[in-house]
């Protein structure tokens, strides 16, 4: 399987997770697919190192200035913990994931 599979497979368990009402899965569903397309712009830019784990490249790209506004803040708010109330800031995870993946694949090409 090659890393954008694994991507859509990520974002269709996410969207299988939300569809059953499970938000914490499709969360975490939404942040690996991010992390399988980090992981390969890493792989292929060394240059761009940011992290090992996908919750350190979220963090990672939502601190990196260079990369427009729109993309690290789709990563933060995927990156951030949940709220006392058990809120997400991320209220569309697989749609912020996309605006991650999207960054990752224009930087791939």
């Known amino acids: 399987?090659?890393?954008l599979e694994g991507v859509r497979l990520e974002l269709q368990r996410a969207a299988e997770?939300?569809?059953?009402?499970n938000l914490g899965k499709a969360r975490t569903s939404a942040r690996r697919a991010v992390g399988i397309a980090v992981t390969e712009l890493q792989r292929k830019l060394p240059e761009?190192?940011?992290g090992?784990?996908?919750i350190g490249q979220?963090?990672?790209i939502a601190a990196d200035e260079s990369i427009p506004e729109k993309v690290r803040f789709a990563a933060d708010r995927l990156q951030t913990r949940l709220s006392t109330d058990f809120e997400s800031p991320s209220r569309q995870p697989i749609d912020d994931a996309k605006i991650v993946i999207d960054f990752v694949i224009e930087c791939l090409q």
């Open 58 to 60: 979220l963090r990672g």
């Open 52 to 54: 090992r784990d996908f």
């Open 48 to 50: 761009k190192q940011y």
């Open 17 to 21: 997770a939300g569809r059953n009402a």
């Open 1 to 3: 399987m090659n890393w």
